[in-house]
Nanobody
């Protein structure tokens, strides 16, 4: 069974940057789309980025909600079984536990805050102070 492990969270100031990593235990990671979800205190879980698997041309489609578009960048390194989330210009409202998960595709049917299938990591805490 594949395992995912997030890292890179921490306590930062507003406008700082962080890079989260999500490492998979198996190379089959490459066939999945991968998403980042955020769980903030007393809020519903939010899908904040998604990257599709390779389309065969080395192109990975990416998706972001308006709340993070232009500030967050998702990428993946297939050779390292790793996916990244670069977060710039962090805001206090970005605070939460960040989880990576495998999903079939970045279709909104799966890429949404209610998704609970696939493989999930245990999360990494991001705290942004004002």
């Amino acid at each position: 069974q594949m395992q995912l492990a997030e890292s890179g969270g921490g306590l930062v100031q507003a406008e700082d940057s962080l890079r989260l990593s999500c490492v998979a235990s198996e190379s089959s990671f490459r066939v999945y789309a991968i998403a980042w979800f955020r769980q903030a205190p007393q809020k519903e879980r939010e899908a904040i980025s998604c990257i599709n698997s390779d389309d065969g041309r080395g192109v990975f489609g990416t998706f972001y909600p308006d709340s993070v578009k232009g500030r967050f960048t998702i990428s993946r390194d297939t050779a390292r079984n790793t996916m990244y989330l670069r977060m710039n210009d962090l805001k206090p409202e970005d605070t939460g536990v960040y989880y990576c998960a495998t999903i079939p595709t970045c279709n909104p049917r799966y890429y949404n805050g209610h998704y609970s299938g696939g493989y999930w990591g245990r999360g990494t805490q991001v705290t942004v102070s004002s």
